[in-house]
Nanobody, 121 residues
Framework: QVQLVESGGGLMQAGGSLRLSCVAS????????MGWFRQAPGKAREFVAR????????YYANSVKGRFTISKDNAKNTVYLQMNSLKPEDTAVYYC??????????????WGQGTQVTVSS
């Protein structure tokens, strides 16, 4: 059974930084990707960032490009999301996800429980 456990959320002022972590238990497949989605109150869940496990290729939503950086530690089965220059509109529950990926296609098979990020103005 695969489990994804997020940590690192919290309250931050606009312009500040936070780093989220997501530890995956269970076997990791080279064809998989891990990444992050977020969901703000009253809005649909949206893609934030993805990293491919074997190649390290990264993908970002336009809204976070240049401010957020996704990275991974293969030995720890952990993916990180470094969030800089935070804005109030980044306020959301952030979810870690994992699943098979092929070029621009990424299927999320597993989800974490979510961690709250709140950015005050």
């Amino acid at each position: 059974q695969v489990q994804l456990v997020e940590s690192g959320g919290g309250l931050m002022q606009a312009g500040g930084s936070l780093r989220l972590s997501c530890v995956a238990s269970g076997r990791t497949f080279s064809s998989y990707a891990m990444g992050w989605f977020r969901q703000a109150p009253g809005k649909a869940r949206e893609f934030v960032a993805r990293i491919d496990w074997s190649t390290g290729n990264t993908y970002y939503a336009n809204s976070v490009k240049g401010r957020f950086t996704i990275s991974k530690d293969n030995a720890k089965n952990t993916v990180y999301l470094q969030m800089n220059s935070l804005k109030p509109e980044d306020t959301a529950v952030y979810y870690c996800a994992r699943g098979p990926a092929y070029y621009s296609t990424w299927t999320q098979e597993y989800w974490g429980q979510g961690t709250q990020v709140t950015v005050s103005s």
